[in-house]
């Protein structure tokens, strides 16, 4: 079955650090550039970063510093590290898959994107 399911989401106090889990299976992980979006309550889908199938990153200017995105291709899973959580990151994650293998994506555009992950909620408290 071709999907996506995050992990690793949770309540912390500002400050405070999580690392997300996306488990791929279905489709050859390796191939395809992956992102991680969010998207809280009332607003838009915001792409947070991008790594591309050869491991290049990119990320919003918002959590450039405090994002770390990777991934394991023997383990077929893409990760996000957050550090110095803050209220403003309250929100559903989610990752997601490029339409197409061996092409670079960008945080843009979700429409880019046509498979995602159920999401894992994070909820910062100051």
């Known amino acids: 079955q071709v999907q996506l399911v995050e992990s690793g989401g949770g309540s912390v106090e500002a400050g405070g650090s999580l690392r997300l889990s996306c488990a791929a299976s279905?489709?050859?992980?390796?191939?395809?550039?992956l992102a991680w979006f969010r998207q809280a309550p009332g607003k838009e889908r915001e792409g947070v970063a991008t790594i591309t199938n050869t491991g290049s990153t990119s990320y919003a200017d918002s959590v450039k510093g405090r994002f770390t995105v990777s991934k394991d291709n023997a383990k077929n899973t893409l990760y996000l590290q957050i550090n110095g959580l803050t209220p403003e990151d309250t929100s559903m994650y989610y990752c997601?898959?490029?339409?197409?293998?061996?092409?670079?994506?960008?945080?843009?555009?979700?429409?880019?994107?046509?498979?995602w992950g159920q999401g894992t909620q994070v909820t910062v408290s100051s």
């Open positions: 997601a898959r490029a339409k197409r293998p061996w092409v670079r994506c960008g945080i843009t555009d979700p429409a880019a994107f046509d498979l």
């Open positions: 279905g489709f050859s992980f390796s191939a395809y550039c």
